[in-house]
């Protein structure tokens, strides 16, 4: 597939939630002068939202609530495996938000009293809302490998949440022995970030290449194919002997075999069939669900995720609250901080216009996945998406494409440009 440059792609006339910001002034400020918007969640969702709500409607008063002062980022985080970022260069604070007028609270939300259109914090402290915005990200499935539990990811961390878990497991990768296997369990669809396992098993073999060539990563996969498959097969069997008897890399897909059960002693993996996985780090990554808070408080259906309005991002199951990011059910649009970003903007735009009691105007998202193989050489995927005739989602036909496989440097672009599009995106939603 050819690749369509962005600057094609807005050309297109299909107008994306980013080029809906261009030279955008306040666009209101009237109506909605005394409105209250809480954000729960400070991600990219929440961040962004939170930040182009006051931007378009600086009357508007934005509270946002999110426990950590720090936030570190889960796009770069894989960069740690490589020696590439610290997560220190990955923490961003609440300063930048704070400039925009927002006012940022230290605390978690325990309860959402959709009827009373308030939240309530863990300090007990009751905030109310004209309307809710939820960006909580995702929660763990503990319950589905026999064996494993949330106590025991502290020894087999999923590291998919950017933080101590990242930390623990560098650590144990840099502790493995020279000829040692690393298993890495990706999840089920739909999780956070698709290429995410890929891109960790190619920087961590980027990292093992160079000082502990004889070990091995298998890749343990309930998939029968995944993100960029192509890309990073013919980027692993150019770098990594893909292919090969030695290679440092081995994907296997257990789509008709799963794996049940875990033997946390013998650090081995065990397959409904009986075959035995034995690792000397496991990296297991468990199915997921929408944020707790979105669970907990009725906004998930049975698909464990929250079904929204595209046009508004409002809720199907609950008025006033709006759901987005990785807990929302956006499909076929893939939980990435920048989809998070797209469907922040265009969540932030329809409230400001129904606070201000205008006609929200229909909407297009834009997501574009970057992964490196190693620090010169990147991939990409990029896609648009509309509102479908049946009020669903859809991509836009011919509105994205893939990076080019083999040209060594177009390739180097496509790695500075997965540097750059972190930083643009990370500054977008927190500067
Ligand atoms: C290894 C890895 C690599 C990735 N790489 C990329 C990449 O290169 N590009 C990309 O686009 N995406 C990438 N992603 C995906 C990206 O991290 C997520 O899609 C994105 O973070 C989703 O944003 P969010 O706002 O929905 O959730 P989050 O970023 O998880 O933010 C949720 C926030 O809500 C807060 N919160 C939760 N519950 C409550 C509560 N009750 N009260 C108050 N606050 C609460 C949490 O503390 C958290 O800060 C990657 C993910 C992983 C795991």
Redesign the pocket.
Known sequence: MTRLSRRDFLKTGAVSSVALLNGCQPLFGKAASKAHVVV???????ATAAKYIRYFDPNIRVTL????AK?I??????WLFAGLATLDQLSVDYQGLKNYGIEVIS????QINSKQRSVTLSSQQSISYDRLVL????DFRWDTLHGFNQELSQRFPH????GPQTELLNQQLQAMPDNGTLLICAPPDPY??PP?PY??ASMMAFWLKQHKPRTKIIILDPKRSFSKQALFEAGWKQHYGYGSPNSLIEWVSLADNPLVSLDAERKTLTTEFGDHFRGDVLNIIPPQTA???AIDSGLGNSSGWCPIQPMSAESSLLPFIHV????GHYSPIP??????NSEAKVCALAIVNLLNQQAISTPNWLNT???LITPEHGISITNGYQVNAENGITAIKSAGGVSQKTDPASLALEAVYTQSA?YN?RSDCFD
Not at 73 to 78: G, I, L, V, W, Y
Not at 107 to 110: K, L
Not at 335 to 340: L, N, R
């Open positions: 729960v969640g400070g991600g990219f969702g929440g609530i999110e426990p950590k936030y980022t889960c796009p770069a985080s894989n605390d978690t939300v325990i960006s909580p990200g995702i590291a998919w949440q950017a956070r970030c995410g891109e960790r944020g707790k808070i987005i990011g990785d807990a939980k990435s901080a920048f989809a998070a996945c970057y992964s972190y995106l």
